[in-house]
Antibody, heavy 125, light 110 residues
Framework: QVQLQESGPGLVKPSQTLSLTCTVSGGSISSGGYYWSWIRQHPGKGLEWIGYIDYSGITYNKPSLKSRVTMAVDTSKNQFSLKLSSVTAADTAVYYC?????????????????WGQGTLVTVSS | QSVLTQPPSVSAAPGQKVTISCSGSSSNIGNNFVSWYQQLPGTAPQLLIYDNNKRPSGIPDRFSGSRSGTSATLGITGLQTGDEAEYYCGTWDSSLSAHVFGTGTKVTVL
């Protein structure tokens, strides 16, 4: 059974870069049929999709965040990562990594399963 | 501000049925599959329904989904105290070029 686990600093200063890693266990990140996504949830609020990366390193990010987002994949460690630059208090959220099921390559279907447990990142000086 | 609108809360007694609506537009629900997620307190969301009405293995048939036009509905029958959670709809929005989620609905078992 595939499991995902986020890791990274829980506190980031304004204007700095938020960096998180998601470790995948119980399955290979290189297996086809999946995109590896980041989703965040502001305190007490709903869910916001950030973007995804596939095993080959191809990324697709939410247009409104695209200029600040960098994603990478390390298949040797079965990990993928998120960097969000120039953070502000508005980026304070619980960040989840999740596996997105791909039915047809390039066709976007909202089907995230499973999710990591999430990690709270607070932006504050 | 989500493009998918859900009622803030619904409630019912144990054993009863609740339905949760998710209202969108032709750029999202109207032309893309809808999923539903359950988020128990203090935990990560879990996929409950995908492709409008399919259940992943392990999800009981008390949970059902449907889509009509630009709206979708999640139904929960035989309500249990363990169903108390926040429920979110989700789909792809072709205009925004992004996955979008609903505003969330809190289910309370009376």
């Amino acid at each position: 059974q595939v499991q995902l686990q986020e890791s990274g600093p829980g506190l980031v200063k304004p204007s700095q870069t938020l960096s998180l890693t998601c470790t995948v266990s119980g399955g290979s990140i290189s297996s086809g049929g999946y995109y590896w996504s980041w989703i965040r949830q502001h305190p007490g609020k709903g869910l916001e999709w950030i973007g995804y990366i596939d095993y080959s390193g191809i990324t697709y990010n939410k247009p409104s965040l695209k200029s600040r987002v960098t994603m990478a994949v390390d298949t040797s460690k079965n990990q993928f990562s998120l960097k969000l630059s120039s953070v502000t208090a508005a980026d304070t959220a619980v960040y989840y990594c999740a596996r997105q099921i791909v039915v047809v390559p390039g066709a976007m279907v909202n089907r995230f399963d499973p999710w990591g447990q999430g990690t709270l990142v607070t932006v504050s000086s | 501000q989500s493009v998918l609108t859900q009622p803030p809360s619904v409630s019912a007694a144990p054993g009863q049925k609740v339905t949760i609506s998710c209202s969108g537009s032709s750029s999202n629900i109207g032309n893309n599959f809808v999923s539903w997620y359950q988020q128990l307190p203090g935990t990560a969301p879990q996929l409950l329904i995908y492709d409008n009405n399919k259940r992943p293995s392990g999800i009981p048939d008390r949970f059902s989904g449907s889509r009509s036009g630009t709206s979708a509905t999640l139904g929960i029958t035989g309500l249990q105290t363990g169903d108390e959670a926040e429920y979110y709809c989700g789909t792809w929005d072709s205009s925004l070029s992004a996955h979008v989620f609903g505003t969330g609905t809190k289910v309370t078992v009376l």
